[in-house]
């Protein structure tokens, strides 16, 4: 366990669309001045260097945000799809672009916000924020990092078990939440964790807004978990959207000399109970060209979904 640095992948494919589903989400629930309070159970460090050696070792990032900001490489589309230019940028993804853009006043993107430091951003005063880390290392420069913003107690961080003590703060005191649950899924028992966290707290406060990022990789673990939290949401009588997007082959291949090779994380999904309405129209503009300018190979693609 804790061998998950999130500086490793931060900025990647599956950041990208996860910080993507969360702004559109957040700025929604945002537009009404009631106070908001926003759940973050596996918060990470809050801001990461994409120069620093993290970032460099395994240059995710170059394959995730840098493609958008023009500082990574752009590989050809995949065959039939056309290139996007920049101007034509769907909603959701100009305005994650523009919020990663924020924090690099200077262009690019060397620092790149995680979820806290992004729902930070887009917070009004009278709105909350708590976090959970549990990585002794992560949770002392995530500490360090929020002392920064001088927030006072609008911001709680609390190294302790996101899936286990999350809950206390459901319902909160204006009865409006929007939950983020995004676990490394560093041991096999975070799939069953996340849908025990997620039945929890539909029970404390059944019309909250909850987002859960999911790894879709050969694990049977993986491949039930949206379908459960499905059935979850649909027993409820709540609504829920699923969006997925893939950016290559998820074969293990074998080389010339006889090496395996697996390709790392192919794709990811986020899974949300009571979306926004206009969550499902922003990311069906937006998905098609994540797909088109993420794709590592023509296996690119991408789903969305929702009922209720
Ligand atoms: N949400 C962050 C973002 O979008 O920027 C990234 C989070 S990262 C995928 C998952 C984090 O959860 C890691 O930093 C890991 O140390 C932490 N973690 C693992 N198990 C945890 C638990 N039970 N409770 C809280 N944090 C945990």
Redesign the pocket.
Known sequence: MFS?R?AFHAGNHA?VL??TVLIATLEHLLEKDTALTVV?????AGLYRLDGDYAGTSGEAADGVLRLVGGGAKPAPPKGAKAVPDAQLADALARYLEVVGDFNPKGGAKIYP??PFIVHHLLREHDKLKL????PT?ARTLDANIAQLEAGRQITVLRD???GSATKFLPPPSRRALV?C???YEIKSDYARVLDFVGEALKRFATGTYAVWYPIIPRPEAHDLPRRLKTMATKAGKSWLHATLTVKSSKITTDATGATHRPGLPASGMFLINPPYTLKPLLAAALPQMAERLAQDRNATFSLDSGG
């Open positions: 998950y999130h950041d996860k910080h973050d159970t596996h918060a990470g995680g979820s959970f880390e549990l990585h992560d078990d996101g899936f983020l995004d676990p490394s």
